[in-house]
DNA sequence: GTGTGACTACAAGTCCGTG
DNA sequence: CCACGGACTTGTAGTCACA
């Protein structure tokens, strides 16, 4: 019962280190801080809609593959 | 270029008429407030990846769903 | 039944640093 | 190159009275 911000957390490395990116220059990529990112990979952050897209984007995938059955079994705790 | 979050509300009003429900319906389902499901479709909220599923399965669709294709801005194609 | 502005609390996100 | 922390600013969450 994982939740889906390690859900998406978890598909962001992986699509990162397909990429052969480091946190830093993802986080460049989409202008986010380096710290940031590392909080997004580690499930620490509730990411809003916008961000998702720019995430997305620099991945060079989309918002809809990131979360691609992400609510099953995966109730967000609030 | 039409916002996500334009996109976004457009496709939660769609899916939530096609149910047949009001908005006061679909915050109850989704233990929201009335008025925050109202700023979702009008896309004045940059709401997060929880609410989000929340919002999907009280519309008994996906996340991947609601967000398919929002990342170049090109609503409709087809 | 819905749209809107305003409001407060707290999470998001940045920037400095450490091991 | 990454995890993690402290301190800080910006923005969202969530709600309300009223249009």
Redesign the pocket.
């Known amino acids: 019962m994982t939740g889906v911000l390690e859900i998406l957390g978890k598909r962001v490395r992986e699509k990162r280190e397909e990429l052969g990116l ?3 220059a993802l986080a460049d990529v989409c ?3 380096r ?2 990112v ?2 997004i ?2 499930g620490k ?4 809609l ?2 998702l897209v720019r995430i997305a984007i620099g991945l060079n995938t989309s918002v809809s593959q990131l979360t691609e059955g992400i609510e099953d079994g995966s109730y967000p705790k ?1």
Chains 1, 2 share one sequence.
Do not use: A, G, M, P
């Open positions: 480091s946190q830093e202008s986010f801080d710290t940031y590392s909080l990979e580690r952050r509730n990411i809003s916008v961000n609030r």
